[in-house]
């Protein structure tokens, strides 16, 4: 009688096992950072980046359509949040640009090496998974994570650390 019930509320909450709703997509492999989500709409996308400055975790960024966090690496950091949106005004794609708040010529310490450390450092907590590292021809050296159709990648972009989500369902057209 016991499992009955716990299958009937297992059912009615959508999900099976490891995350996996009924339908067989990946719950977990559409969360993003700080609640964002794939398919978020840009409405939507705007609404929680409103509640998230309301609380006083986000604000306003200084660059084009983007939001920024406040955090403490080796010295105050800074993070921007760039949605990127399909034809649908859906989120695809979701980038995190990490960057000192220091000058780098006043502190020769703080390196994009040393950032990029803290940075995935920073992410393997927040994921509560590895990221690994592997040889790309591009970027030279990636780390990534992937959980289903979520791919988590971390590499130097001059002098920043980007942490790209990306929704690999998504189909490139054009």
């Known amino acids: 009688m ?3 019930l716990a299958n009937i509320w297992i059912s ?3 999900e099976g096992p490891a995350g996996l709703s009924t339908d067989g997509s990946c719950i977990k492999c559409d969360t993003l950072y700080l609640g964002y989500r ?17 609380r006083g975790i986000l604000f306003e960024g200084d660059e084009l359509n983007t939001v920024t966090q406040e955090i403490d690496l080796t010295v105050a950091s800074r993070i921007y949040i ?3 949106f399909d034809d649908e005004d859906k989120i ?3 980038d995190l640009l990490f960057q000192y708040n220091v000058l780098p010529m006043f502190r020769k310490d703080l390196t994009p090496a040393k950032l990029r450390k803290e940075v995935l450092e920073y992410m393997e907590k927040e994921l509560g998974e590895k ?5 790309h021809p591009v970027y030279k050296r990636v780390w990534e994570n992937v959980q289903g159709h979520r ?3 971390l590499f130097h972009e001059g002098e920043r650390i980007k942490v ?5 369902r998504h189909e490139v057209t054009g």
Request: charged fraction near 35%.
């Open 82 to 84: 760039r949605p990127l």
């Open 38 to 54: 794939f398919g978020m709409s840009e409405e939507e996308f705007f609404g929680h980046c409103r509640e998230m400055n309301r």
């Open 164 to 168: 790209e989500y990306y929704d690999l």
């Open 2 to 4: 016991l499992l009955v």
């Open 92 to 94: 695809y794609q979701l």
């Open 151 to 153: 791919r988590l990648r």
């Open 12 to 14: 009615s909450c959508g």
């Open 131 to 135: 990221l690994k590292p592997r040889d």
